[in-house]
Nanobody, 125 residues
């Protein structure tokens, strides 16, 4: 069983920054997984935001966050981070992390579909 815990969310003004963390625990080979960050705004479907491969050598971002968000990982502590700068009101959402694979430009959640409880990010204008 794998547990994912997201943290670091909060309320910030537009232009501000937050650093989200995703900590994995339990029976997991964390370092063998790619890790994706997703977000879900009220009334909208969950949206893929960014991914980092198992080694950290490859990262990918959706266009709307490119240049503002940075994903990184520390396999020694089973933690992935999402540094979010220049935040905009449209970044407001619950942010989730997920374990999976990243192949040929596509992210695939693990068959066991591991998700945390999410962390709320609210950006005021």
């Amino acid at each position: 069983q794998v547990q994912l815990v997201e943290s670091g969310g909060g309320l910030v003004q537009a232009g501000g920054s937050l650093r989200l963390s995703c900590a994995a625990s339990g029976q997991t080979s964390f370092s063998s997984y790619a890790v994706g960050w997703f977000r879900q705004a009220p009334g909208r479907e969950r949206e893929f935001v960014a991914v980092i491969t198992w080694s950290g050598g490859i990262t990918y971002y959706i266009d709307s966050v490119k240049g503002r968000f940075t994903i990184s990982r520390d396999n020694a502590t089973n933690t992935v981070y999402l540094q979010m700068n220049s935040l905009k009101p449209e970044d407001t959402a619950v942010y989730y992390c997920n374990l999976g694979t990243y192949e040929s430009g596509h992210y695939y959640p693990d068959q066991y579909d591991y998700w945390g409880q999410g962390t709320q990010v609210t950006v005021s204008s």
